[in-house]
Every structure is written in structure tokens, then in C-alpha cells.
């Protein structure tokens, strides 16, 4: 764990359940996107792995989506600017893998960065999310990405 000095912010938890989840695996100290902790406290698998990232699928997939995935380092960092430019590299390759497998009308990727306390996020652990697009969403698609 480097640069932020909790795992979770309680405060971006979208429901109760989720709130209580993330605050009982603070006390434990358990990050769910440090690959060892995936098989147990994630929902889905990891379903492809490179050198600097691994891809899953989100268990709380966004409303509007037709996919959600979750691009996520394989080492515990806080920021894209913590990894190599190669793991940029890697993440394109990632998504055009991502975007062969479902041939999507549309995509988008949204990548909080930093202190989760004012990206909107609610994991330390930097991670993408990558989602397919089509022309009927059951609702817009939207992501918060500030305080
Ligand atoms: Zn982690």
C-alpha cells in the first residue's frame, strides 16, 4: 500500500451493503484488488492477466452497461503515474482486447487517479473501469469522478 492512508472511502459506497462490506474489510486491512485477495473477496474471476495489469468483471456492474470490466494493476498503487509508460502501452492493448471480444457500438473508460477522497472513487488500488456501450441503455451511464 503506498500514498493514501486508508484502503476504502466509506463516503463513495453507493449502498449500504457495500458500505458495511467495505468497512469491514478496512478493519481487516484487505485490499479486494491486490490479486491475492481477488479468488476470495471478489465476485468474478480474473479473467486475463498481463505483465502489469489483470482484467475482471465489476460486481457492481454500472446501470446502462451491456459489460463492465475492471482493468486493474497488478502491483498496489494509488496512481497512474506510479506505473511504467509500458503499462500505458499494455492497458490500449488491454481494451482493444476487451472491445474485439464484444464488437461494442461504443466503449468508455474512466480511470480515478490520486486521493480517493477527491476522485470520487471508493478503492485505493488505482483501477480502469471499461465498459461496452450500445444504442438502448436501460439508463445513461454515469460515473463520478470528484468530491
Ligand atoms: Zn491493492
Redesign the pocket.
Same mark, same amino acid.
Given at each position: 500500500?503506498t500514498g493514501a492512508e486508508t484502503?476504502y472511502y466509506l463516503d463513495a459506497a453507493r449502498t449500504e451493503d457495500q458500505r458495511a462490506y467495505m468497512s469491514s474489510l478496512e478493519e481487516r486491512g484487505i !485490499?479486494?484488488? !491486490?490479486?491475492e +485477495?481477488v479468488a476470495e473477496h471478489q465476485e468474478h474471476p480474473v479473467e486475463h492477466r498481463g505483465e502489469f495489469w489483470y482484467i475482471t468483471r465489476n460486481a457492481y456492474p454500472y446501470a446502462g452497461t451491456v459489460a463492465h470490466y475492471l482493468i486493474v494493476?497488478r502491483? +498496489? /498503487?494509488a496512481s497512474f503515474d506510479e506505473l511504467p509508460d509500458a503499462a500505458g502501452a499494455e492497458l490500449w492493448s488491454l481494451q482493444r482486447l476487451l472491445k474485439d471480444r464484444h464488437a461494442p457500438l461504443a466503449t468508455a473508460t474512466v480511470m480515478r487517479s490520486g486521493d480517493m477522497r477527491y476522485n470520487g472513487g471508493s /478503492?485505493? +488500488?488505482l483501477h480502469a473501469h471499461f465498459v461496452i456501450l450500445d444504442d438502448a441503455p436501460s439508463a445513461t451511464v454515469k460515473f463520478k469522478v470528484s468530491a
Amino acid at each position: 500500500m503506498t500514498g493514501a492512508e486508508t484502503l476504502y472511502y466509506l463516503d463513495a459506497a453507493r449502498t449500504e451493503d457495500q458500505r458495511a462490506y467495505m468497512s469491514s474489510l478496512e478493519e481487516r486491512g484487505i !485490499c479486494i484488488f !491486490c490479486e491475492e +485477495h481477488v479468488a476470495e473477496h471478489q465476485e468474478h474471476p480474473v479473467e486475463h492477466r498481463g505483465e502489469f495489469w489483470y482484467i475482471t468483471r465489476n460486481a457492481y456492474p454500472y446501470a446502462g452497461t451491456v459489460a463492465h470490466y475492471l482493468i486493474v494493476p497488478r502491483t +498496489h /498503487v494509488a496512481s497512474f503515474d506510479e506505473l511504467p509508460d509500458a503499462a500505458g502501452a499494455e492497458l490500449w492493448s488491454l481494451q482493444r482486447l476487451l472491445k474485439d471480444r464484444h464488437a461494442p457500438l461504443a466503449t468508455a473508460t474512466v480511470m480515478r487517479s490520486g486521493d480517493m477522497r477527491y476522485n470520487g472513487g471508493s /478503492v485505493a +488500488h488505482l483501477h480502469a473501469h471499461f465498459v461496452i456501450l450500445d444504442d438502448a441503455p436501460s439508463a445513461t451511464v454515469k460515473f463520478k469522478v470528484s468530491a
